[in-house]
């Protein structure tokens, strides 16, 4: 029955992204792509069909592919980010060399950066502007601007990533 399940969800991938994003895609790790395609399913069923914003939603966690967190450095970022918010604290790190952070930082930064890294490899690979937009954006929280037309798709694409 999963194998099945698995062969749908690479015939999704493969339907909305590129051969070269695919490979990208591919470079996730498991887990990553596993919510990464329950994302874009919990869109599809809630009747979504825009394709730029499916694949945004394949795609918006792809920074991460530029550092690889062990286990207990996303138990770390998940600790983090809940102490930090029962406290009211709001840490904002500057991106810089990971190999030169201490280990507590190295998570961090991968957390509050991959957004940004991901926007990069995406325009590198000439990706349509708004599907990097989206995935730069997909964890600002603040207040969004509904005048961009994206803003919709941002916060659809959001609210899906946080429970999915």
């Known amino acids: ?16 992204l590129t051969p070269s994003l695919v490979y990208l895609f591919d470079r996730l790790e498991r887990s ?8 874009c399913q919990k869109l599809i069923e809630q009747g979504e069909g825009d394709e730029l914003l499916l694949s945004a939603a394949l795609l918006h966690d792809i920074g991460k592919i530029r550092y690889r967190l062990r286990l207990w450095e996303r138990v770390w ?4 980010r809940w102490f ?5 604290i709001k840490l904002r790190l500057k991106d810089q060399d990971l190999s030169k952070v201490s280990w507590w930082q190295r998570p961090l930064l991968v957390g509050q ?21 989206l995935v730069q954006h997909h964890q600002d929280h603040e207040e969004l601007d509904f005048v961009l037309p994206e803003a919709t798709k941002l916060s659809k694409l959001q609210k899906v990533d946080q429970v999915s």
């Open 77 to 80: 970022i998940v600790l983090f």
């Open 1 to 16: 029955m999963r194998a099945k399940t698995e062969e749908e969800d690479r015939e999704l991938v493969e339907r909305l």
């Open 84 to 88: 930090s918010r029962k406290l009211g």
């Open 32 to 39: 990553e792509k596993a919510h990464a395609i329950r994302v």
């Open 113 to 133: 950066f991959h957004p940004i890294w991901g926007a990069e490899l995406l325009r590198e690979q000439g990706v349509n502007e708004q599907i990097v937009w």
